[in-house]
């Protein structure tokens, strides 16, 4: 209670407690200018005490006041308040020769110009140890969240000195690339290295950045931003001079959406002890590892504290961003990493290294998920998706690794395009050799719509909103089931953690949210309005586009309801899915390699009809269907 009152005192109060305190130090100064003189005994003697002390006291607060001393803010002070301390110093110097010269002190100049400095030196000081002792008290009692800012000019300057005031934010350090401001302090504040920002961001365990960065560099503040979304943490950017005038440099600019906010229901809480006793000590391998949800995997198989973690991923930048990230933070955590460039459909290259590295766990997230893009390039959704699932599940079981979890999706239920048919047949060859080879704990996990996952709605949305608009929905109905990136990943450490073998696990998340919904609210929580026929002076239109090829308009997570059975965690179901015999999954392979080595993408269609429960194509009609099996 004593804390917070000292940091929520009414302005008065601060006024005459700054008049009081800069009264004493006047008097203490008095004390020390005849101490250091040698002539302390003068100051004891009566006329001193009856003349000189009132009159300072009296006149000198008079010169406080006229230079509004005590109306200095503290959370605001800078160079121009010592200014007006020194001036007021000075006054009270010759206030101090005038008097003592007419009470026939000897050496007055020289007892003016140590009182001056005294007081001076005393006054700075009690202002900038009042601000550090507040600033400590407000930190600890206000919980406010550590930021870093980008750019240590004079925007970011005005930013940090704004932020002080803030009871949200607190500003820790400024990253610049400016090679003259690199090892000084603003206002307190260190200007750090703009290369060491990995480092530095995890070290004071930054979660939101704020790019200050001039509207002149425009393709600096570009890279900068896209490689802090690349590091995972939030990145807002500072409006231009420009957008301030025109009034779109409001607080909305500041205002990025979470995820959580836009999921229409409670986050679902997946803290279980089971995830770190079944990953610490072990070495983790995953696949895919720079996508969305790899990389969200291998920092939370980093908290469990595995033995090392080993990345796979052919996009050799996502490959780059994941290992650059997680190798500063598994430093600390005495953790292994070690990235290798390959695709899952190399077999040489996966088996080498699940024997090299002695993986215990693989987590099989490599798969081209984008459902226009698989949609029109199926060959390489199948070679991808399926065989390559079979590539890294075989060797998988020929290692005899303890446990492989493939991730799936809810496109994989009664598919209406390619990308979710290629999930449904991985899910298919995983339950065939998970049948034959026992010695490995095969399982899947299958979830809806991933939030802030690249190509979902929500950065889709924002960049649209970003850019004033429109926002494109491809149909007024559309529905899908979401959930957070850190939901889906402890969903899939949850599976790996459950596993009896063969399993498909879910995730209950609750109703289906409708798209156009999504769309309305995160305009709002942005901070702006739905522009429509009845409200034009909306700030952003909504379009409706049309379906995708291979678009559903709604997604299912399982074939029956009734064939699911209750795990440990209430939030978790496990479904007993339909499988394949050992001979039809055999066939099945067989031709999708036909389809692949013949570049035969009709085929594919073909393969998947026969093999794939639920599938329709809503492109062809049956009679071109009948057609395309007789070819």
């Not at 390959?342 to 040489?348: H, K």
Request: neutral net charge.
């Amino acid at each position: 209670m004593l804390t917070q009152g000292l940091t929520t005192l009414p302005r008065g109060y601060v006024r005459s407690i700054l008049i009081v305190s800069d009264t004493i130090l006047m008097i203490s100064a008095l004390f020390v200018a005849f101490k250091l003189h040698g002539d302390l005994g003068v100051f004891l003697t009566l006329p001193i005490a009856v003349v000189l002390v009132p009159s300072m006291v009296v006149f000198g607060t008079v010169i406080l006041m006229f230079f509004k001393l005590h109306r200095i803010k503290l959370v605001m002070f800078n160079s121009r308040d010592v200014s007006k301390i020194a001036l007021a110093s000075f006054c009270l110097g010759c206030l101090f020769s005038v008097t003592t010269a007419f009470l026939g002190v000897a050496g007055f100049l020289a007892k003016a110009i140590i009182f001056g400095g005294v007081f001076f030196c005393g006054s700075v000081w009690l202002r900038a140890t009042a601000i550090a002792v507040l600033s400590k008290i407000r930190d600890r009692i206000q919980l406010r969240q550590p930021v870093a800012i980008f750019g240590a000019g004079a925007a970011g300057i005005q930013l940090a000195s704004a932020l002080r005031q803030s009871h949200e934010m607190r500003p820790v350090f400024f990253l610049d690339d400016n090679l003259h401001l690199r090892g000084m302090a603003i206002g307190g504040i260190p200007v750090l290295d703009s290369k060491t920002i990995v480092e530095n961001l995890a070290y004071h365990k930054i979660e939101v950045v704020l790019v200050a960065l001039p509207e002149s560099a425009k393709a600096r503040r570009a890279a900068i931003i896209e490689q802090l979304k690349g590091l995972g943490v939030e990145v807002r950017v500072l409006p231009s001079f420009e957008d301030l005038l025109v009034g779109r440099g409001d607080k909305a600019l500041f205002r990025t959406v979470s995820p959580d906010e836009i999921l229409g229901r409670d986050a679902v809480d997946l803290e279980t002890p089971e995830i770190a006793q079944s990953y610490a000590g072990r070495v983790v391998m995953v696949t895919g590892a720079g996508g969305s949800i790899g990389s969200e995997l291998c920092r939370q198989i980093l908290e469990c504290k595995p033995t090392k973690i080993v990345l796979l991923d052919q996009s050799e930048f996502n490959l780059y961003q994941i290992d650059l990230e997680l190798k500063s933070l598994a430093e600390q955590r005495n953790v292994q990493v070690k990235s290798f460039l390959g695709s899952v459909t190399d077999s040489v290259r996966v088996r080498k290294i699940l024997n090299e590295q002695n993986v215990d766990i693989i987590f099989h997230a490599a798969a081209y998920k984008h459902v226009p893009i698989v949609e029109g390039n199926e060959l390489e959704g199948a070679r991808n998706n399926v065989l390559g699932t079979k590539i890294v599940a075989d060797a998988a079981a020929d290692a005899k690794i303890e446990r492989f979890i493939l991730v799936s999706t809810d496109k994989a239920v009664r598919p209406t395009n390619i990308m979710g048919a290629t999930k449904r047949m991985a899910e298919l060859v995983v339950q065939d050799i998970q049948s034959r080879k026992p010695d490995t704990v095969f399982s899947m996990v299958r979830f809806g719509n991933v939030l802030g996952s690249s190509g979902s709605v929500l950065p889709l949305f924002q960049k649209q909103i970003d850019a004033g608009g429109p926002v494109t929905v491809t149909h007024p109905e559309v529905s899908r089931f979401f959930m957070t990136i850190s939901e889906a990943t402890r969903l899939v450490l949850l599976a790996g953690a459950y596993a009896q073998g063969g399993d498909v696990f879910v995730l209950d998340m609750g109703q289906p949210q409708k798209i156009m919904e999504i769309a309305h609210r995160l305009i709002e929580l942005s901070g702006r309005t739905v522009k429509t026929a009845c409200f034009e002076d909306g700030d952003i239109e909504i379009i409706v586009t049309g379906l995708r090829p291979g678009e559903k308009l709604y997604e299912e997570l399982l074939l029956d309801h009734g064939n699911l059975c209750a795990t440990a965690n209430s939030k978790i179901m496990r479904a007993e899915e339909a499988m394949l015999s050992e001979v039809e999954v055999a066939g099945m392979l067989r031709d999708l390699r036909i389809a692949v080595s013949t570049a035969n993408a009709a085929y594919v269609r073909k393969v998947v009809r026969e093999r794939v429960d639920g599938y329709h194509d809503p492109r062809i009609s049956n009679d071109m269907m009948m057609r395309e099996v007789a070819t």
